[in-house]
């Protein structure tokens, strides 16, 4: 079976009504026939039958056993966290989802774990960085904001011989273009909000893993914690599922024509796109992931805030907001908006400069989208340089 055909049919016709459309169990409680006797939902926090084939549908997806899913990604996160106890460490990549690096800067280290970056793109780099304490290992492959890829077969080997759980965040590529957990990952975690949902009219988080124990505990987790995902917004991520794989191949398609349109931009100067051979791990990447995917960011060679604002500022199409993975192009300025949390000195070292921009490429003809990104660069190099002597 293709993986098109397996996606439309991982979703279930409804068996009591015949419905395509699985239907929206909004309630908070069922009716019990004795206390304790029921047909496998008591309480909505800790069931609901939406949310169930939601789950059923993306443990399908990502290869896994069991998947929670949650009222947003950072709560996706959170319960993995959990899993750990004080004194255990994590080891995580240095180019991180700003949130996941708050919550782990400002919150788990109140708790007593403590989190140790390293450029996992470098595997001798997550050799020398594990301790007694390492307990899990996190990466996000392609990372947020600068596309950096980590080789997660060789990673999940290190961790198997240490006896350390591999947790991917597979946001940026979705099940459509990478499978984690059949490459040696124990869990994946996603910002459904993103490419799953499809349509930026979400929020959503997921969690998957490779054993039925490992998932009991998450499953444990998110009814003991609560933050859990509601009935229609678990409808609306399966809404979003039944077009994955065509939306992410089109988003790949237009961020590659992107990608190599602006490395040929006078204005530009490094452009990050796992899908571009000049990429350093793009032989990684092919290997890992069935095409690259939508997000494209780049620098200018005027590396400052105020020349990204500008840009930022000026495009027609890309809409400036948080977030990615929708049908509508956005951008952002990850300094000061997506990743403002992380110190400047540690976002810079991770390559997340004051002039990067990200672009989330979404599904508009990308002659349109070209042309855009065009008339913006060439009305903020006008500005520039009429204030500044620019040599180029
Ligand atoms: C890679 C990645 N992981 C996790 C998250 C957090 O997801 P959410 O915003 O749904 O909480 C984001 C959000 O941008 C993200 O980009």
Not at 136 to 143: A, Q, R, S, V
Not at 278 to 283: D, K, L, R, Y
Request: proline share 4%.
């Amino acid at each position: 079976m293709s993986n098109a055909t397996k996606l439309i049919h991982s979703i279930p016709v409804d068996p009591l009504t015949g419905s395509v459309s699985v239907p929206i169990y909004q309630t908070s409680t069922f009716v019990q026939e004795a206390p304790g006797v029921h047909k496998g939902y008591d309480y909505a926090r800790s069931n609901n039958p939406t949310r169930e084939t939601l789950e059923k549908i993306i443990a399908e997806l990502e290869g896994g056993v069991k998947a929670s899913a949650f009222a947003s990604g950072l709560a996706a996160i959170d319960a993995v966290v959990k899993l750990l106890q004080s004194g255990d460490e994590i080891l995580a990549v240095d180019d991180i989802y700003g949130g996941a690096f708050r919550l782990f800067t400002h919150i788990y280290s109140k708790f007593g774990i403590k989190v140790n970056y390293t450029d996992t793109t470098d595997v001798a780099n997550v050799i020398d960085a594990i301790t007694p304490a390492t307990k899990l290992i996190w990466l996000e492959t392609p990372t947020n904001p600068t596309l950096k890829i980590s080789d997660i077969e060789a990673i999940g080997r290190i961790a198997k011989q240490h006896n350390i759980l591999l947790c991917v965040d597979n946001t940026f590529a979705s099940p459509a273009l990478q499978r984690p957990l059949e490459l040696g990952a124990d869990i994946v975690v996603h910002s459904a909000t993103k490419y799953l949902g499809g349509h930026s009219d979400l929020i959503a988080g997921l969690v998957v893993s490779k054993t039925q124990e490992l998932g009991d505990q998450i499953k444990f987790i998110q009814n003991a914690s609560g933050a859990i995902l509601a009935p229609h917004d678990s409808w609306l991520v399966i809404r979003g599922v039944e077009t994955l794989h065509l939306r992410v191949a089109e988003h790949s398609r237009n961020a590659l024509a992107v990608a190599k349109h602006l490395q040929g931009h006078p204005l530009v100067d490094k452009v990050y796109y796992p899908g571009l051979e000049t990429h350093v791990n793009h032989t990684i990447a092919a290997k890992q992931q069935s095409a690259f995917g939508g997000i494209v960011s780049f620098t200018l060679k005027t590396d400052t805030e105020d020349a990204a604002a500008l840009v930022t500022t000026a495009t027609k199409y890309f809409k400036l907001a948080e977030s990615l993975g929708g049908v509508k192009s956005l951008l952002c300025h990850p300094a000061s908006m997506t990743h403002k949390s992380i110190p400047a000195e540690k976002r810079q070292a991770a390559g997340v400069a004051d002039s990067l921009i990200r672009l989330s490429v979404g599904l508009e003809t990308v002659e349109d989208l070209i042309q855009d990104i065009d008339q913006a660069l060439a009305g903020v190099h006008k500005k520039l340089k009429a204030t500044e002597a620019l040599t180029y």
